[in-house]
């Protein structure tokens, strides 16, 4: 899972705030919509959801843990109870929105009037995320906003890129249809203005970002004493959703490893050039173990093999996994020798953080790679992010 600093979800007035919690708190909402396939039935609920927070919970700040594990529980008893959710895409949908509202409804005035801080920072703020879920040879891609998931595939000896989600943007002609199509014709001319949403918001969906989902009246009452302002055209919200687009694929031993990446990324290398820095770390990694035939290869697999070794031998790997050597590449460039390289990659992290803004955005990776015994084994994963 990946998402975008405004967010790691993504470009939506980058925060960290909005992403951050997503980041902690997304994985617990998917976990409580399957625990009924993947968790023994007889162990308790408490005990069963206690396993969702082990990971995250240690990263969400004190005042938020007991509403977000209340949130969780929830979820999961109207999740059981709907029979509607009963599919993997649904399930993820469920949990993305149901996330985007808790998100909404912490930066709700309580019952005194009051608004925490710290939650109405996170859900005006905004981000993007892009999901994977992997089960036996089953794939799901769930995506909102600008981030992205490519498929490395071997098609003849030669790998190829296959793309496993859409950008939700303004080159995006569906997502552009969709938008004009759910407000009045007058406002053909102000959704959409030099490129972004309402002038301002370049992904299309988003996290958070109250500022195109919210009405003019609660936003004056809850954001306005914050120091937020209307968007300009503020007419029919909400403009902005997190509802994730869910792209299935059924792997093959053809598809050798995926590369999930915020638009950070991708602003700099095109999928096809990633999938092949992904290639030629595999090969090289290759080259600095023993070789030792599969069982029951034969003698041209063997040569196959063989073959594909010794054209790795130019690419013995500097990096320790291919998620690091994908992001020197996109800002070390893919020319001028290693030297070279880390001297741009070098300038590129030391720029302090308000100058790093226009020249590069924030980069997260993660790879994982399939086995060809994927259906009886865990992938194997590197990620790495600046």
Same mark, same amino acid.
């Given at each position: *899972?990946?998402?975008?600093?405004?967010?790691?979800? $993504?470009?939506?007035?980058?925060?960290?705030?909005?992403?951050?919690?997503?980041?902690?708190?997304?994985?617990? !909402?998917?976990?409580?919509?399957?625990?009924?396939?993947?968790?023994? #039935?007889?162990?308790?609920?408490?005990?069963?959801?206690?396993?969702?927070?082990?990971?995250?919970?240690?990263?969400? @700040?004190?005042?938020?843990?007991?509403?977000?594990?209340?949130?969780?529980?929830?979820?999961?008893?109207?999740?059981?109870?709907?029979?509607?959710?009963?599919?993997?895409?649904?399930?993820?949908?469920?949990?993305?929105?149901? +996330?985007?509202?808790?998100?909404?409804?912490?930066?709700?005035?309580?019952?005194?009037?009051?608004?925490?801080?710290?939650?109405?920072?996170?859900?005006?703020?905004?981000?993007? #995320?892009?999901?994977?879920?992997?089960?036996?040879?089953?794939?799901?891609?769930?995506?909102?906003? $600008?981030?992205?998931?490519?498929?490395?595939?071997?098609?003849?000896? *030669?790998?190829?890129?296959?793309?496993?989600?859409?950008?939700?943007?303004?080159?995006?002609?569906?997502?552009?249809?969709?938008?004009?199509?759910?407000?009045?014709?007058?406002? !053909?001319?102000?959704?959409?203005?030099?490129?972004?949403?309402?002038?301002?918001?370049?992904?299309?969906?988003?996290?958070?970002?109250?500022? !195109?989902?919210? @009405?003019?009246?609660?936003?004056?009452?809850? *954001?306005?004493?914050?120091?937020?302002?209307?968007?300009?055209? +503020?007419?029919?919200?909400? &403009?902005?959703?997190?509802? @994730?687009?869910?792209?299935?694929?059924?792997?093959?031993?053809?598809?050798?490893? *995926?590369?999930?990446?915020?638009?950070?990324?991708?602003?700099?290398?095109?999928?096809?050039?990633?999938?092949?820095?992904?290639?030629?770390?595999?090969?090289?990694?290759?080259?600095?173990?023993? &070789?030792?035939?599969?069982?029951?290869?034969?003698?041209?697999?063997?040569?196959?093999?063989?073959?594909?070794?010794?054209?790795?031998?130019?690419?013995?790997?500097?990096? $320790?996994?291919?998620?690091?050597?994908?992001?020197?590449?996109?800002?070390?460039?893919?020319?001028?020798?290693?030297?070279?390289?880390?001297?741009?990659?070098?300038?590129?992290?030391?720029?302090?953080?308000?100058?790093?803004?226009?020249?590069?955005?924030?980069?997260?990776?993660?790879?994982?790679?399939?086995?060809?015994?994927?259906?009886?084994?865990?992938?194997?994963?590197?990620?790495?992010?600046?």
């Amino acid at each position: *899972m990946t998402f975008k600093e405004f967010s790691n979800a $993504d470009s939506l007035l980058n925060c960290a705030s909005c992403s951050r919690h997503v980041s902690t708190r997304l994985f617990d !909402y998917h976990c409580a919509s399957v625990l009924t396939k993947h968790t023994v #039935a007889e162990m308790p609920l408490i005990e069963r959801l206690q396993w969702l927070f082990s990971s995250a919970d240690f990263r969400l @700040p004190t005042p938020f843990k007991a509403t977000h594990e209340k949130n969780v529980r929830d979820f999961h008893k109207k999740f059981i109870g709907d029979s509607d959710l009963c599919t993997v895409r649904k399930a993820m949908q469920a949990a993305f929105m149901t +996330l985007d509202e808790d998100i909404a409804k912490g930066a709700l005035p309580d019952a005194k009037g009051r608004v925490c801080r710290m939650s109405a920072s996170v859900a005006t703020s905004g981000s993007c #995320a892009t999901v994977a879920h992997v089960r036996h040879n089953h794939l799901h891609v769930a995506n909102v906003g $600008d981030g992205a998931a490519v498929l490395g595939v071997n098609h003849h000896g *030669m790998i190829t890129a296959r793309q496993l989600s859409k950008a939700h943007t303004i080159e995006n002609a569906d997502e552009v249809k969709r938008i004009r199509l759910g407000h009045p014709a007058s406002e !053909y001319t102000t959704i959409l203005r030099g490129g972004r949403l309402l002038g301002e918001l370049y992904p299309l969906r988003a996290f958070g970002d109250l500022r !195109y989902k919210w @009405p003019a009246q609660l936003q004056r009452v809850v *954001m306005e004493p914050l120091g937020d302002t209307l968007p300009q055209f +503020l007419l029919t919200p909400p &403009y902005l959703t997190a509802l @994730p687009e869910v792209f299935y694929h059924q792997l093959t031993p053809n598809d050798r490893f *995926m590369v999930i990446a915020s638009d950070g990324l991708w602003d700099w290398l095109d999928p096809d050039t990633v999938v092949r820095l992904v290639n030629d770390h595999n090969l090289g990694t290759q080259t600095l173990t023993p &070789y030792v035939p599969k069982l029951g290869s034969n003698l041209k697999q063997v040569f196959q093999e063989l073959r594909d070794r010794r054209a790795g031998e130019s690419k013995k790997p500097i990096d $320790d996994n291919s998620a690091t050597h994908i992001i020197r590449h996109a800002l070390g460039g893919v020319t001028g020798g290693t030297d070279l390289q880390y001297e741009r990659l070098r300038e590129s992290l030391q720029l302090p953080p308000g100058m790093a803004r226009s020249h590069r955005d924030d980069i997260t990776v993660i790879v994982i790679h399939f086995s060809e015994e994927y259906l009886g084994n865990p992938p194997d994963r590197s990620d790495a992010g600046i």
